[in-house]
């Protein structure tokens, strides 16, 4: 795949940091964009993408047999680790799911490889308060296991080819904590570089957070709010005439130096270059899938519960490239370089945008696949989503919630539920398929309101590409953080656990009297459960589905789920499927009968079940053994007739 590759030698190191697991098999633009900033000047870079390097860290083999291995003899009260050793079994065996034969990471995950490995991600997200982390980081065993993963990854190597700076992008909050560990290795390794944080995570943390973090850590010399690119601008410039004066840049915050507090500051797309994308990353994908940015900022930029409308211009929060523009973008990429998939990198795509970029595409005959972020607006009519759907989108992913009306006006959505039943009409008549994202408990959501919008999603199941769940947030740099008493929400002293977008220090301890707890389990175990139905709807070849198709007759057994680990303990055998999220226990003489069903390359038939527990179970002891194996994997809804290949 073409591409461009920096020669041996280079000013800067730009590097992106775990964990972003939702970026895995993709190719985030950040470093892409800072490179193009710096290749416009005369000055070299380097990319290296150690968030996809920690995809192979974590799916190497001799690691995921250890963790499949350990064992226990555990009680079902004591399966908290259930899920990671099944991720575990399910990688190793179905590690084609992930990486191809020539090891190319799988761009977007099939079914259930991108779930396997957010699960092994998970001991590894550093979810305390900013400033709790960088204190403990030379204690901390995950910070320790980060540090093998760093000196074990592509990063000694560029760190002795780099002259002047490392670039550090954080634009998600599970990255803060390894980005500091990062930062102090590199000063240990190259105490003659400097060190430059930058992203939203670092524009949204509270001022005297931020100024705590930099005293606790030393490594950093700089850290940049706000627009990146103007700033990244001027520091290596500073480098490149041979003087360091960080704090006179606009938007850049050093030690001892009082940061100002959030302030919006103007978009400045227009000065923003086409990325520049590295050939040896886009070679580590599959089919990448590569961003191309249409505007910073909302148009709508009104949500209360949002983080990024703070990051822009009270009088220009929303700022789009021309759409000619963004096309022909799109189009170098796709005729000069071969890139066939991207997304629009926008917080929503306007309609009249998404019209004239489809017509581009339609018109010059493009081949490609696109998808964007984009908001609930009656100007998508059905023309305009079916030639979103004739130029190659894929999906469209909208912020929904809930469909609530009461919360929806609470939180200043922009649309209400009869626009949004209305908008999903013109999907299905369109013929598009669009992911949401929603969240059940928005500030004062009860449980009656949060199933009734699960009830209403449910007849529109069938064009949802993707749904996902996200519980709450509390943040307190969104217009909920700063009046949450006016959203029903009781503050407590304290910051909170962090999640998925943010980061502990920016998070709120809340109270909401609108659903205890109980119900507020409930609610997410049901949203799950329909995520879970939508991703398992996914067309697949299954036995199953010949079965149901009538291509065979049914001559064998078989998992009904081909997501399923047999997990053996020392006092039981644990099935779990992944599909359904449970576990099942079962006596351990039936081990070796399970297994034999996971791991056979055709149907079970009742005669190998006879023959294996004549050979390896004490039959006296368990009378009629083979129909009680039968009848428990029936009750469990585990097992199915299949297509036998033969006789």
């Known amino acids: 795949m073409a ?5 041996n030698e280079v000013d800067w190191l730009l590097a992106f940091p775990p964990l972003v697991s939702s970026n895995w098999g993709n190719y985030y633009p950040s470093l892409a964009v800072l490179d193009s900033v710096l290749h416009g000047m005369g000055v070299s870079a380097r990319q290296v993408d150690l968030n996809e390097e920690f995809l192979d860290y974590l799916i190497e083999p001799s690691r995921l047999n250890r963790i499949e291995q350990s064992d226990g003899g555990r009680s079902r009260a004591d399966a908290s680790d259930v899920p990671q050793r099944a991720a575990a079994q399910l990688a190793r065996r179905e590690r084609h799911r992930i990486v191809n034969a020539r090891g190319q990471h799988v761009s977007d995950g099939e079914w259930n490889g991108f779930e396997l490995t957010v699960e092994l991600s998970r001991p590894f997200h550093i979810d305390r308060p900013a400033l709790a982390v960088a204190q403990a980081l030379p204690l901390d065993p995950v910070a320790r296991e980060y540090r093998s993963f760093f000196e074990t990854s592509s990063l000694p190597d560029a760190l ?6 490392v670039g550090i992008s954080v634009p998600m909050g599970p990255q803060l904590g390894p980005a500091l560990i990062l930062a102090r290795l590199v000063r240990e390794v190259r105490p003659d570089l400097k060190i430059v944080l930058g992203g939203p995570t670092m524009t949204l943390m509270q001022p005297a957070v931020l100024s705590a973090l930099l005293e606790a850590v030393p490594a950093l010399d700089a850290v940049v709010r706000f627009e990146g690119e103007p700033a990244l601008t001027a520091l290596a410039g500073q480098l490149a005439s041979g003087r360091w004066d960080p704090a006179s840049v606009p938007g850049v915050v050093t030690r001892g130096r009082a940061v100002l507090p959030l302030r919006r500051a103007p978009a400045e797309v227009g000065r923003v270059p086409a990325a520049r994308f590295d050939a040896e990353l886009l070679g580590r994908l599959e089919e990448p ?19 990024f409308i703070e990051l822009f211009s009270s009088t220009s929060r929303y700022v789009s490239r021309q759409p000619r523009t963004v096309f022909d973008e799109l189009s170098r990429l796709a005729t000069e370089e071969g890139i066939r998939r991207f997304w629009l990198i926008t917080e929503a795509l306007p309609p009249s945008q998404a019209q004239r970029i489809a017509r581009g595409v339609i018109d010059a ?5 696109w998808r964007s972020f984009a908001m609930v607006d009656d100007r998508f009519t059905t023309d305009v989503l079916a030639a979103c759907r ?6 469209l992913t909208i912020g929904l919630e809930t469909m609530s009306d009461r919360v929806l006006a609470l939180v200043e959505k922009a649309a209400d ?3 949004n039943l209305r908008f999903f009409d013109r999907v299905r008549a369109a013929g598009m398929r669009i992911s949401v994202n929603l969240i059940p408990n928005l500030p004062s959501t009860t449980r009656a309101e949060a199933m009734e919008s699960l009830g209403l999603l449910r007849d529109y199941a069938d064009i949802f590409h993707t749904v996902a769940v996200f519980p709450y947030e509390a943040t307190a740099s969104s217009a909920v953080g700063r009046n949450p008493g006016r959203y029903g929400l009781k503050v407590w002293k304290g910051s909170g656990t962090g999640g998925q977008a943010q ?8 109270e909401d009297p609108a659903m205890r707890s109980d119900e507020l389990e409930e609610v997410l175990a049901a949203y799950r459960a329909f995520a879970r139905e939508v991703r398992n709807a996914s067309p697949r070849r299954t036995l199953n589905d010949q079965l149901e198709r009538g291509r065979r007759a049914p001559r064998g057994l078989a998992f009904r789920s081909g997501s399923v680990a047999v997990l053996p303990d020392e006092q039981q055998t644990i099935v779990y499927d992944w599909s359904r999220d449970r576990a099942w226990w079962f006596p351990k003489e039936f081990e070796g009968c399970l297994q034999r069903l996971q791991d056979l390359d055709r149907p079970t038939r009742r005669a190998d079940l006879a023959n294996l527990l004549a050979n390896g179970v004490p039959t006296a002891r368990i009378p009629g053994t083979i129909e009680a194996l039968l009848q428990q994997l029936h009750r469990a809804e585990l097992l199915g007739a299949a297509a036998s290949p033969g006789p």
């Not at 004739?390 to 999906?395: A, E, F, K, N």
């Open 160 to 165: 002795s080819r780099t002259r002047r700076a």
């Open 3 to 7: 591409g461009y590759a920096p020669s």
């Open 417 to 419: 539920r009869a626009a």
């Open 503 to 510: 980061f502990s220090s920016n998070a709120l301890v809340v």
């Open 365 to 369: 005959g493009l081949s490609i696949d």
């Open 289 to 307: 899938r590569v961003g191309v940015l249409q505007a910073r900022g909302c148009y709508w930029g009104k949500c209360a519960y949002c983080d």
């Open 390 to 395: 004739d130029s190659g989108c894929s999906s």
